[in-house]
């Protein structure tokens, strides 16, 4: 099962490709279409990370498991209000 650990190690890894990526657009190594399609995906994958951060926490603090936490979808993850 995955760990807060684990998670946060996910987090910190896309985040220096998000900066690469744009360090590659500057340097005209990728297109700026190839850049956005990634960044995208870089986005919806963090924004699943971090889902499942907060699901593992609430878990912990209502005696639950951490290890009940699920990653949801792209399509769930990026449908919530904020």
């Not at 990526?21 to 990370?49: F, N, P, T, Y």
């Not at 209502?62 to 979808?73: L, Q, V, Y």
């Amino acid at each position: 099962m995955t760990t807060d650990q684990g998670i946060h190690e996910h987090i910190t890894a896309l985040v220096a490709e998000e900066k690469i990526l744009r360090e590659q657009l500057g340097k005209h190594e990728v297109s700026q279409g190839e850049e956005q399609a990634r960044l995208k995906q870089i986005e919806i994958e963090l924004d699943q990370a971090w889902d499942l951060l907060r699901q593992r926490k609430a878990l912990r603090e209502t005696g639950g498991s951490p290890d009940n936490a699920s990653e949801r979808t792209g399509d769930v993850v990026e449908k919530y209000l904020n």
